[in-house]
């Protein structure tokens, strides 16, 4: 097995994104050297809420008080995809047990995690959320760092893509790719893309849920694929790049009534074929 | 060439086109803060001569309404070319990364209070006419933030030119909100 080091960003102590990663590479046989947690500051607070306005309110709501809870049941979701992989840990304090180290910081591109990625040789980063990674840290992260966009690369990079996709009628690129971090957005060199199809979900929230689980599976399974040279990084193509930014409430609405739609129209042909 | 050719024929109809609905936007009501001026515009309108004029993008402080207007006015003869794209491109990408810091950038630009609401309702109106021509959601998912900026709505002392293009641009979007919701 490889030894690089393994060093993990969370955007906070309680991330299932985050605990599940990090549980399912202690399953596959890694350790985890480093969890590097980013503190909920009210500085940090200001800076998300005039990014993301209400919706960080119910982001706060869902993710630190609700977790699990907030999930509808019997769907496809991530705390579903903990139950049938058997994970148990909820918080990244329990990897400790695991001679994992903890470090609490203000933001990711600090001195202190810039010092603490130094003490390492050979290292990879996953990043599991946690805001802007700048090149400070980019530079002394070794391979690099691995993160997980919810789109397919290059054509949709930015924010909300799930929804632009099915606004712009193209749901056959829903999907998410993993790649290595850099100093654009979205641009660093590729190392998977995973298509998801669309099912028959109503709503866009149940839609997002439904990728969480794969986007888990598809982390722990490139890291262990790039750490066993079993893929290489893909240059992005600067063509067909768009940047897409927060869908405003109205298009939002109308997300979830073309999936309602979608999914009448589909039943409605399974009927006819049936009789 | 079809853009050219478009003008030419505006050119020689000056004043059916002044009150034509065939070509709405030009009529005064709707080019706001311009009724002093919009006669020198139909006499010089040539898109060649705006995109001459349109060079590079500057920065956004420097921008000013009758930049938008030039815009409108070769999206609306479809002169969608890569200058035009860039520009609307960057407003954009201005617009939507500096969302929540408009106000206070405005400040810092030194622009009045009646500039910016003109320039802002210029960039909504733009950007919902781009949409019309390119059907690109990004432009009225931009246009549609924008609207909800209460500092840029007119205040009583607006032209009413200004106005009426915040009327009529508002009620465009809802139209499209709802012909979207019955595709």
Known sequence: MNKKSIIVFCPNPSSLYTVSVCELLLNRGYSIDHIIVRKFTFKRFRTEFSRDGKRLLIKIWKKLFLKEAAYPKGTDSLPLFRSNNKLKIRNVREFKKNGTKILYCNTLNDQIVEDTLKMYDDKLVVFTGG????????????????????????????????????????????????????????????????????????CIKSLRNSFEPIMVKSMVDVVDDYLNGRIKPLKQESENRRQYFIVHKKLYDLVDSKLKKRTTIANKKSKIQFI | MFATMKLQNILENKKSFAISDEYPFLNNKYIQGLEVEDAQIINNISAELILNDLGEY??????????????????HFEVANSIVYDWLEKILRYCEINYVNLKNNEKKYARTREDSIKLFNQIIALFVEYYLLENDLLFLNTALKITDIKWIVPTSSSSLSTKALRVIKVNQIHEIIRTLENE
């Open chain 2, 58 to 75: 500057p920065k956004f402080k420097n921008l000013t309404f009758k930049d938008i207007i030039d815009l409108r006015i070769l999206v």
């Open chain 1, 131 to 202: 805001g802007i990674i700048r090149k400070n840290i980019l530079d002394v992260a070794g391979d690099g760092v691995i993160n997980c966009h919810m789109g397919i690369l290059p054509r949709y990079k930015g924010m909300d893509l799930p929804e632009w996709c099915i606004l712009e009628n193209k749901t056959e690129e829903l999907g998410i790719t993993l790649h290595f971090m850099d100093t654009g957005i979205d641009t660093g060199y590729i190392l998977r893309k995973v298509k998801i199809p669309l099912k028959g979900y109503t």
